[in-house]
């Protein structure tokens, strides 16, 4: 029995275009594992710890080789449960809208508790950064109000699907596929239209992953 853990990080529910896709995906990876555990991350219902002095200091002494105050050991510690649970999974789905060409800021917050040394990757003079989570497939469904895709000249303002990508490869994912939920906002059935052919790809992934 696998574990499949989702990060929802679109706080607009039944509205969400990024959800519904990821619902359809979840649908059809049930229908196919049925013994399998999916555990649902709502970033906007997550109480993350706050990445605070205290946590920066902590996250410096582990990079440095030093001990921690126990101030530092008890802003650690919320930190590790954090990656501890992220990594108890096998298998990864994320769902996110775009916001200002990047990321939802919940969803910042998470990767910036998550990505830590000795927790979500290593660095050695010799070996250099490392990755700590490998072997692990994820999927990422990205909604977009725009069209950002190949051949439509804003490919560069894509700053969402650049970013999760160089942040999961920094972290050791390298089996990482992609459904681009787009666009949403461009007329009156264009949302339909772009959840639509999302769901098609969701399904055709859900049964591979
Ligand atoms: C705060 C905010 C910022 C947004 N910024 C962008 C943007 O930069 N580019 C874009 O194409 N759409 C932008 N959108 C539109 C959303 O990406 C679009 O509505 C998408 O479908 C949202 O995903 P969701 O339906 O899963 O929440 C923005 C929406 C919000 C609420």
Not at 5 to 17: C, G, K
Request: no cysteine; glycine share 8%; proline share 6%.
């Amino acid at each position: 029995m696998s574990k499949l853990l989702y990060i929802q990080s679109s706080p607009r529910n039944e509205r969400s275009a990024s959800i519904a896709v990821a619902e359809r995906f979840l649908e059809v990876y049930r229908a196919h594992h049925p013994r399998d555990a999916v555990e649902t991350l709502d970033l906007w219902q997550a109480n993350l710890p706050e990445f605070d002095g205290a946590t920066i200091d902590a996250k410096y002494a582990v990079l440095n080789g030093q001990p921690h105050t126990s101030a530092q050991f008890e802003a650690w510690q919320a930190v590790t449960r954090i990656a501890d649970h992220f990594k108890s999974a096998d298998k990864y789905l994320f769902s996110l809208p775009m916001w200002n060409f990047g990321i939802p800021y919940k969803l910042k917050h998470f990767i910036d508790v998550l990505v830590q040394p000795g927790l979500a990757f290593t660095f050695t003079p010799e070996a250099g950064y490392e990755g700590l989570i490998t072997g692990k497939p994820a999927a990422v469904i990205y909604a977009r109000g725009g069209a950002y895709g190949p051949g439509t000249g804003a490919e560069s303002y894509d700053a969402q699907s650049v970013y999760i990508r160089q942040f999961l490869g920094f972290i050791g994912f390298t089996e990482i596929k992609e459904i681009f939920v787009e666009p949403t906002l461009a007329g009156p059935t264009a949302k339909d239209d772009a959840v639509a052919a999302g769901n098609l790809r969701a399904a055709e992934l859900a049964a591979a992953i």
